[in-house]
């Protein structure tokens, strides 16, 4: 997944904690939510949560459940696989009709063969790895992939008249590194560019002034940067301190690190799957609706948290209207009924992967960040 802008106090997390059962009744469905709320992840699973608190809101304050209610209780994930892991198990011997999360890629993996053997659905966010979906029919990840539209950043670049590009990322997180190693240098190879620098360093990394040094001595037009909020800020700012005026582009980037950087990051590049600056129906809503609730801006995670509920929502709307009672293996059949049809969410029009059809696929979008503020330069369905 893309990792920490900052790791928040976990005293901050106690009053979301307190607010992780929504409304119980008779008519509940009990969905278990194993979402880091601490540790190092435990800034994008705050967001994460926001997400599906609010999706939740919404499905109950309506007639899709009929007289259900759908009723989330998150389980801090702490950012430990281990322990996400024990609470798989734990969810699997509850009443919970499904797991929602975990975010993190090797927690998501710790925890899917668990639900698997169980047989309890699993719908993990974030989690940007080989080998989550791949381990069984009860598996689903909500977070397209990566690689499946961080392309449009080199159609614009090609487009730009962009020759040379350098490239640092980190790596010792798969997901990350794999854009750096492999898709990043296919994406150059294919729109006309040659790769000039090529420099990974630990996600514990700090100092990254030898890395600034060779990425400019090597005098690219660009300079892609798939590293986590944390490094960004220095990064950034240090390349244009170091006299790099060309273009940066990134994987993904936090309106706080934005803040930070701030001139520096004029003109900056973004593939993502979820702006606020989206214009979809659907992400207008999410958007729209997210700002009256926690006045402010919606982030990537919030709107895959906020997916995650929506397709659960959606399959148990139809178990229900079957008539048929909403427990895991029904859901898990109108699960796969929803997944071949798609839906609209935070991030547009979502629909699953050709191979599998439990990894979600959307259009992604091309932003350029002017004086802090997204501006959508095009879509992946413009490709």
Same mark, same amino acid.
């Given at each position: 997944?893309?990792?920490?802008? =900052? ?42 949560? +926001? ?17 259900? +209610?759908?009723?989330?209780?998150? +389980? ?109 240098? =296919? ?31 090597? =005098? ?71 700002? +009256? ?87 992946? =369905?413009?490709?």
């Amino acid at each position: 997944m893309s990792i920490p802008r =900052k790791i928040l106090l976990a005293g901050m997390v106690a009053g979301m904690l307190s607010a992780s059962a929504l409304s119980a009744s008779a008519e509940d469905i009990d969905v278990a939510a194993l979402v880091e709320q601490t540790g190092v992840v435990g800034y994008a699973g705050q967001s994460v949560w +926001k997400g599906m608190q609010l999706a939740a809101e919404k499905v109950n304050e309506s007639s899709r459940l009929g007289d259900y +209610k759908l009723k989330i209780e998150i +389980k801090d994930a702490a950012s430990n696989p281990a322990t996400t892991a024990a609470l798989a198990t734990q969810a699997a011997k509850s009443d919970a009709v499904a797991i929602l999360g975990p975010a993190l890629s090797s927690s998501a993996l710790a925890s899917a063969p668990i639900a698997q053997r169980e047989k309890i659905p699993m719908i993990a966010v974030q989690s940007n790895t080989e080998g989550v979906v791949e381990t069984g029919e009860y598996i689903y990840r909500l977070t397209a992939p990566f690689y499946t539209y961080n392309d449009l950043t080199f159609k614009h670049l090609a487009d730009e008249g962009v020759k040379k590009v350098a490239l640092s990322f980190i790596s010792n997180i798969p997901s990350v590194a794999g854009l750096g190693k492999d898709f990043a240098p =296919k994406w150059a190879k294919e729109y006309g560019m040659e790769i000039v620098a090529s420099e990974g360093t630990p996600f514990n990394t700090t100092d990254f002034s030898t890395t600034i040094e060779k990425l400019v001595a090597a =005098k690219p037009d660009a300079i892609g940067l798939y590293h986590i909020d944390t490094q960004l800020t220095g990064l950034i700012t240090g390349l244009r301190r170091a006299g790099f005026e060309g273009k940066l582009f990134v994987y993904n980037i936090n309106p706080s690190t934005l803040e930070a950087v701030g001139d520096a990051a004029d003109g900056l590049l973004m593939s993502i799957d979820y702006s606020p600056a989206m214009s979809d129906p659907s992400s207008k809503e999410f958007t729209d609706s997210f700002r +009256k609730k926690f006045d402010d801006d919606p982030t990537i995670y919030a709107a895959n948290g906020y997916d995650a509920v929506l397709f659960l929502s959606a399959a148990l709307e139809k178990v229900i209207k079957a008539g048929n009672k909403p427990d895991r293996e029904n859901l898990l059949a109108a699960i796969s009924e929803v997944a071949q049809t798609g839906f609209a969410g935070a991030s547009g029009d979502t629909t699953f992967d050709d191979k599998y059809h439990r990894d979600a696929r959307v259009n992604g979008v091309l932003v350029r960040f002017d004086k802090g503020k997204p501006n959508i330069l095009f879509s992946g =369905k413009d490709r």
